[in-house]
């Protein structure tokens, strides 16, 4: 299942996926009941990930706003064990993260050996968010002549390529998800925000504004996973319209991934 969401080409272009695609999946008792599975073969191999203590994996989800990062996060943690698993949503760096370089507050997240991160948002919004707010480059402060637009961005797909690499040459495993949904279905989810008091929380009036910037912050995605999307750190594009298929995929994806592992555990010599 896993391939079918990697991106075919060395070009992206999200206009072509539909985020409302269930590749002919149908959301019915049966599928219920693979979840179900899934989710106790991924609570067992998390597990013996914690036992074996080798590896990690990280899990980085990216999505425009309303894209269903927090719900993803919620169905995935829901199949772990609370001991082992740790989540970081990455908003606005303060001023002693703007101190350090852009990945210093992300290399402090990092899962341990045996544990599971997830990142609600992460490192990518230094090339997505700041590409389409160039403002916001200003704020760190950085030499003149390293903080031009069109070089910074160029390096820091750079930095990024080489900070992953050397993550998984030390045993972490990552997975990148970009939840894909089309503006249409962010509207009716900003609206059903305002509709419900419970969910009023979650908007904010800026995410209106942001709406304006719908197309470079697709242009700036489609960026982001043309460079960086490597062998040792890929990225899914999950259609994301509909919930059921976004979880279902992501699960099936991460379920697969640790399975290739071959972890053991260790035995009574090894001890």
Do not use: C
């Amino acid at each position: 299942m896993a391939r079918e969401f990697r991106p075919a080409n060395a070009q992206v272009h999200l206009h072509k996926i539909d985020p409302k695609d269930t590749n002919g999946t149908v959301n019915d008792a049966k599928l219920a009941q693979r979840v179900q599975e899934r989710m106790k073969e991924l609570y067992d191999l998390h597990y013996l990930m914690f036992a074996e203590n080798k590896r990690a994996l990280l899990i980085v989800l990216q999505g425009i706003d309303a894209s269903g990062k927090d719900g993803l996060v919620r169905h995935l943690a829901s199949g772990l064990n609370p001991q082992g698993v740790k989540v970081w949503s990455f908003k606005q760096p303060s001023d002693v993260e703007l101190d350090h370089d852009y990945l210093w507050r992300v290399h402090r997240a990092m899962p341990g050996r045996g544990e599971i991160a997830i990142f609600n948002r992460s490192h990518y919004e230094e090339v997505t968010v700041v590409k389409v707010h160039p403002e916001l480059i200003t704020r760190q402060n950085l030499p003149d002549e390293l903080a031009h637009p069109k070089s910074l961005f160029r390096h820091r797909y750079r930095q990024i390529n080489q900070f992953e690499r050397m993550m998984t040459e030390n045993g972490t495993v990552i997975l990148k998800f970009f939840l894909h949904i089309s503006k249409e279905e962010q509207e009716k989810r900003f609206e059903e925000r305002l509709r419900d008091p419970r969910k009023h929380w979650k908007f904010a009036k800026g995410d209106l504004l942001e709406r304006q910037y719908w197309e470079a912050y697709m242009d700036a995605f489609q960026d982001m996973i043309e460079h960086t999307n490597t062998g040792h750190a890929p990225w899914y594009i999950l259609p994301a319209d509909n919930k059921w298929y976004r979880d279902y995929a992501a699960l099936s994806i991460v379920v697969s991934t640790l399975n290739k592992l071959n972890m053991t555990f260790p035995t009574l010599k090894n001890l």
